[in-house]
């Protein structure tokens, strides 16, 4: 007689439809929805890690590569429980692209900056990208390099205003989120009006992203993000499964 059994399924791992693992700094400041800390952000399932002793104000203004060990030990972790690609939650974060994608044998996109490439592509022949960034006086050229970030991309801080880049980088419990957005309006608004053929904005930090739609409206260009990047990067990772069934769609 011939065997009952079904297709069998494979394992391998311990945790299932979560594809996207990201590394976290050790903060305490409230994290809103849009923020990729804060889980409500995604229509996908994701993990999260938090890699000690990694703060904002010492990956942003300080040197990250002195924690790289932490970042790959806990990337490790995540990979090791199931997820298939792996994440960060800062852009200056990809000074350690090349070894932690090297270290941990998967995807890894570490900083939105990375699109770069890709939203310069495409633009119309006379537009560029321009970046948004929380501290354009530590953003350098190193950053850009390891993001495949051409040299000479326009770049505007926050630096100036009032409440996002002191707030964020000193970690604070509580945070004027509408002072924020003030914040960022008016450093956008200055960025396309320093150059005016942006014909695209790239948000460099990863709790900008609340105010993306807003920096839209108020511009008049796209505006891309570590969102916009992550929803990418997990499409690759978990393709969407359509139905092969015609009579499903007639």
């Not at 008016?186 to 005016?196: M, S």
């Amino acid at each position: 007689m011939a065997g009952s059994g079904g297709t069998k399924t494979r394992g391998g791992k311990t945790v299932f439809g979560s594809s996207v693992g990201i590394l976290m700094l050790e903060t305490q400041f409230p994290r809103i929805p849009g923020d990729i800390g804060n889980a409500l952000s995604w229509p996908f399932p994701v993990h999260y890690r938090v890699v000690r002793g990694a703060t904002p104000d010492n990956v942003v203004r300080g040197d990250p590569t002195a924690r790289l060990e932490d970042f790959i030990a806990a990337g490790r972790e995540l990979v090791e429980m199931g997820c298939d690609g792996i994440a960060t939650n800062c852009g200056f974060l990809a000074l350690l692209q090349d070894e932690l994608a090297e270290a941990l044998g998967v995807p890894v996109a570490t900083s939105s900056l990375m699109q770069a490439p890709m939203i310069a592509a495409t633009l119309p022949r006379d537009q560029h990208v321009s970046i948004l960034t929380i501290s354009e006086r530590t953003l350098t050229a190193q950053h850009l390099d390891a993001a495949r970030v051409p040299q000479g991309t326009p770049v505007m801080g926050t630096d100036a205003g009032r409440e996002f880049t002191r707030a964020v980088l000193g970690d604070e419990v509580e945070i004027d989120f509408d002072a924020c957005r003030g914040d960022l309006l008016e450093a956008a608004e200055q960025l396309v009006t320093k150059h005016p053929k942006t014909g695209a904005v790239l948000l460099e930090c990863t709790n900008m992203v609340p105010f993306a739609a807003d920096i839209r409206r108020h511009i008049g260009r796209p505006v891309y993000s570590i969102h916009s990047f992550i929803s990418w990067f997990q499409s690759g990772l978990m393709p969407r499964r359509f139905s092969s069934d015609l009579d499903d769609w007639r």
